[in-house]
């Protein structure tokens, strides 16, 4: 027997406050402003500080006005200062590095600072005495997740946020073991019918490398309350550049490899064997003490 659904009301609150949203969306995209979505000149010292904005870019991101929006969008009422005064200022490639560094800025309110440690990840890997030794996807993730949860302090509790702030460098230089350059897989769905979107990791590393090192973090992370407030205090950047200069940044050594060079029943085997050379080897010393011990005994007799 066929279903047969309810009618959906025309005037619902559902409709109602979607065409609202959706009406006030449009008139964010168009520049228009209500009443109360103005720019207040009195509160906001962004008018007087247009001039130092525009010669000193990176003040402009720490700017905690009434109207500064971490999306990288001009502020209500500032649509001249932008148009003229920041594309000159940020013309060509520190148009790159404004969107950057808003970006990595952004969300840092909702964090509490205080007694953090900002611990920083290279991704192109440690120099040691005679080489560089490269930095392998799975390792490098695996110990930003630990820092990032808090396990490497004496104070770790599942339920409690106390891990430090993690910023990966140079994640463009990422390695990878085996063929997964090509045979690692990323997908997602659009929403739609038959819509199973798929990426190579080839592909990936080079449209968006920061996504591979946030994708294998978050994968490593569990699944509860805690995992968007750690996701904002993982900062990746593809070069060596950061907006973080400012902060007690902590360069984090990574843990000497502890390699398992045979599985344990072939170990034991081994060390079964090496004793029983060890109980021949002395067996025959033994041997030979006594022969010489018993001809001194005929030479002397």
Not at 8 to 35: I, Q, V
Request: aromatic share 6%.
């Amino acid at each position: 027997m066929r279903r047969r659904y309810k009618p959906y009301p025309f005037f619902s609150p559902t409709s109602l406050l979607s065409s609202l949203l959706r009406r006030r969306r449009r008139r964010h995209r168009s520049g228009a402003t209500t009443a109360g979505e103005r720019h207040d000149s009195t509160s906001c010292n962004m008018h007087t500080q247009s001039i130092d904005n525009q010669t000193n870019p990176i003040s402009a991101i720490t700017h905690s006005g009434c109207c500064y929006t971490n999306t990288g969008t001009p502020p209500h009422g500032q649509q001249e200062v932008y148009s003229s005064g920041w594309d000159t200022a940020l013309s060509g490639r520190a148009v790159g590095f404004w969107h950057m560094f808003t970006k990595a800025l952004a969300g840092l309110r909702r964090i509490n600072l205080d007694g953090l440690r900002w611990r920083v990840f290279d991704a192109k890997g440690q120099v040691t005495i005679l080489l560089l030794v490269p930095m392998v996807l799975g390792r490098l993730a695996s110990q930003i997740a630990v820092v990032l949860q808090g396990k490497d302090k004496p104070t770790y509790a599942p339920h409690v946020e106390n891990g430090d702030m993690c910023v990966v460098l140079n994640a463009k230089d990422i390695s990878v073991t085996g063929r997964k350059m090509t045979d690692k897989i990323y997908y997602w769905h659009t929403g739609y019918i038959g819509h199973l979107k798929e990426r190579r990791l080839k592909d990936q590393m080079e449209k968006d490398p920061t996504e591979v090192i946030r994708k294998a973090v978050m994968r490593m992370l569990p699944r509860n309350r805690l995992r968007d407030d750690r996701d904002r205090k993982l900062r990746i950047f593809s070069g060596n550049e950061h907006p973080f200069h400012d902060r007690p940044l902590e360069p984090f050594m990574m843990p000497r490899r502890q390699v398992r060079e045979m599985r344990p029943r072939a170990r034991r085997a081994l060390l079964r064997a090496q004793k029983k050379e060890q109980d021949r080897a002395a067996a025959a010393s033994t041997k030979d003490e006594e022969n010489a011990k018993n001809a001194k005994s005929e030479i002397t007799a």
